[in-house]
């Protein structure tokens, strides 16, 4: 397994091109299964999950191809056709690879009338159930059966007659999956208490781009009127601001200077302010934003919550940088049960961090000494990278096939802002 080796303490400068959100993507491919006509989608990033979500597609009889790109494009460009679905099974074998595979069962109930997707268990940052996945789709009229490790949902009468939803806890997922099924019904859906994450209106503006009827877009409460049929479109994937916000961490911790572009700031303002409250400067700029630190950072107090609230997709990175600050931090983790797997790692590199149950006291100004270390998933493995940059002497980051989850090019866009950084593959 490939490892990634940094040498910490240089000073970050320069500019990181932000790619396409891995989030957005996950929920922008399933809907090529909602028409037979070809959906294209630019700015796809190159990630494993990506990868994994395309051979999905493939297995339902989704025919995909990658367009190369040209000169001074980023990301890439892939033409997707469900022209017919050949199987509407999405297989243990994939769904165990990547929970996102559960957001194929919402649009192929609703092309195919018909869905069946093994159910993904829980993952390393929590239990992370479906009920609510199930529930929206019931209420539109869905049956749904447990069997053998799989969901099926049917819709009775071929198309689901749509319906109301209140979400109890606001999902991302179930959201999406509840979206791409009501786009297709006959009648009219609400939901209330619906995500309303950026990469939520990026899925409501590409479904509407395929001929959808939604109003509500970036609020809580959307109202999705079902139509005969949509047709296909090019879209282009929003940037990613978890991404973004990681490399702003980076010139954090290391007291450098980074220009992130491509990002749209006003996606992540909880981020940003969480920045600007450490003592980080932030500058609009042409081309994105610009992240400088002057150290010794803030200490911050932060509770993760649904957008607009601050991302528990940042939670572990900005705790790394804030290892740097002067005095303690108080983190609060509402979103998953089990999100703080990166503390033991960061603590065999020399960080004073306590737990307890879902809050943590990061005492910061420790110094980091680098070392071995090995994270469970993908945003605590970059908590280690960050630590990793800040810490005297070499980090061995392992298992980093979580970091290729969610990062592109990741010790390329590092090393080109000044970073020590390279992968070691196993060969
Ligand atoms: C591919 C993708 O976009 N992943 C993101 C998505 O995950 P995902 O869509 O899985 O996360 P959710 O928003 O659904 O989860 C939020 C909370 O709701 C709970 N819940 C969720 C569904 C359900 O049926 N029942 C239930 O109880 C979860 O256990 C969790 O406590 O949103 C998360 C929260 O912003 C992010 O961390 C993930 O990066
Ligand atoms: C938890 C994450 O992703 P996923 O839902 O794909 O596991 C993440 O992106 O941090």
Same mark, same amino acid.
């Given at each position: 397994m490939d490892s990634i080796r940094i040498t910490g303490g240089k000073r970050l400068e320069g500019k990181i091109p932000i790619s396409g959100a891995k989030n957005s993507a996950l929920t922008l491919l399933p809907c090529a299964l909602l028409t037979d006509e070809k959906l294209t989608l630019a700015n796809l990033p190159r990630l494993a999950d990506v990868d994994s979500f395309g051979h999905l597609l493939n297995g339902l009889g989704v025919s995909t191809s990658v367009a190369g790109v040209k000169k001074g494009e980023v990301g890439r460009k892939m033409t997707l056709q469900a022209s017919e679905i050949a199987s509407t099974v999405a297989p243990y074998d994939m769904v165990r690879k990547m929970r996102a595979s559960i957001l194929v069962l919402g649009p192929m109930l609703a092309r195919a009338g018909e869905s069946t997707v093994s159910l993904p268990g829980g993952c390393a940052i929590g239990d992370r159930p479906i009920d609510l996945h199930l529930k929206a789709l019931e209420c539109m009229g869905a049956e749904i059966e447990i069997a053998a490790g799989y969901v099926k949902a049917t819709a009775p009468k071929g198309r689901l007659p749509g319906g109301d939803f209140s979400f109890p806890v606001v999902s991302v997922g179930a959201t999406e999956n509840a979206l791409m099924?009501?786009? =297709? +019904? +006959? /009648?009219? +859906?609400? =939901?209330?208490?619906?995500?309303? !994450?950026? !990469?939520?209106?990026? #899925?409501?503006? =590409? #479904?509407?781009? @395929?001929?959808?009827k939604i109003e509500g877009i970036g609020s809580s409460h959307l109202i999705i009127d079902g139509v005969e049929g949509l047709h296909g479109c090019e879209y282009e994937v929003m940037p990613d601001r978890i991404e973004a916000g990681s490399y702003a961490c980076a010139a954090g911790i290391t007291g450098g200077s980074i220009e992130l572009v491509g990002v749209r700031p006003h996606e992540m303002l909880a981020t940003t302010n969480a920045l600007a409250a450490a /003592? =980080?400067?932030? !500058?609009? +700029?042409?081309? /994105? @934003?610009?992240?400088t630190a002057h150290q010794p950072l803030r200490p911050l107090a932060i509770s993760t919550a649904p957008y607009p609230g601050f991302a528990t997709d940042m939670q572990a990175q900005i705790m790394a940088m804030l290892l740097v600050a002067e005095g303690q931090s108080f983190l609060e983790e509402t979103i998953f049960e089990n999100r703080y797997m990166h503390v033991p790692e960061l603590r065999r590199m020399g960080a004073d961090i306590e737990v307890h149950g879902r809050s943590a006291i990061v005492k910061g100004g420790n110094p980091l000494t680098g070392a071995q270390v090995m994270a469970t998933d993908l945003r605590a493995s970059m908590s280690l990278i960050l630590a990793g940059l800040a810490a005297e002497g070499e980090t061995e980051v392992l298992r980093v096939y979580h970091l290729d989850r969610g990062y592109e090019r990741l010790e390329e866009k590092l090393s080109a802002v000044g970073a020590t950084i390279e992968r070691v593959s196993a060969g």
């Open positions: 099924a009501a786009v =297709l +019904t +006959t /009648g009219r +859906t609400q =939901l209330f208490n619906a995500a309303r !994450e950026p !990469e939520i209106v990026d #899925l409501c503006n =590409l #479904l509407v781009a @395929m001929g959808a /003592g =980080l400067a932030i !500058e609009f +700029t042409d081309g /994105g @934003m610009k992240v």
